[in-house]
């Protein structure tokens, strides 16, 4: 019973596919995206280095805050030689309206019950960001410069992906 | 070349063609570390060499041997240096990065 299947692979489709592609994200937009969520993980960290004790995790959030900052310098270096404006985009919106409800969750906890669903929420967020970059911001950046820093940050945040996934098994 | 001549320099040649590689001059051979990767490691390492490690990327990395014998921070587009002390395989990591990976092959 094939047929049973095919609506779903039909909608999968149209979500990742060339369907979109007419209405892919500029490059001003995916530079919005990319930055903020930059931004959304330093604050992270930052609130992380106020609340944990654990050197693991303060660890993890300094690099986080040190690694992410860097990025965000070489991308406003970046747009400004190329005279790029980012530009404001309903992705941006939702990553920062998810990002405010969790830290609101996160800033009512302590201890190991702080450092534990900040973890998860690295891991998560970390997915979320990755997925996005290898399936479309990378894909659908015009400049080649802008598609390379995405690219080389891709393989960073990777980094940091394993990083939080072997970290929240040290803290389960 | 008389018998003779030929008897005399037989044994010069064979010194020449055994001085060992550890008694060449040392060397200085370049990792570049860029986009999140070592890049390659030369060939022909020996004791008393140095690696010298350029940071490329925007971000720091360190070179750190997994044996302990050399950790080198390494600010974004920073420099730092390594001189062979030990022969042997020996591999290295980024210590904030551990999915960057190389190995040093050194003879003596």
Redesign the interface.
Known sequence: MTAKFLPVAAALALLSGPALAATGPTDPQIAHIAYTAGSLDITAGKDALAHSTNPKVREFAE?MI??HQ??N??AVALLNKLHVKPEANPTSAALSKEAAATQQKLNLLRGDAFDRAYIANEVAFHRTVNGALEKTLIPDAHNAELK?LL??GL??F??HQ??AEQLEKTLK | MNRRQALILTPAVALLLFIPPAAAAPRTHIIIID???FGPVPPGLHVGDTIVWRNR????HTATAADKSFDVDLP?GASGKTVLKKSGVIPFTCK?????RGVLNVAR
Do not use: I, N, Q, Y
């Open positions: 690099l040190r690694d860097a990025v310098d070489k390379s690219e080389t393989a960073l990777r980094e394993a990083h | 986009k999140m990767k990327d925007m971000v720091r974004a904030f990065h551990p999915g960057m």
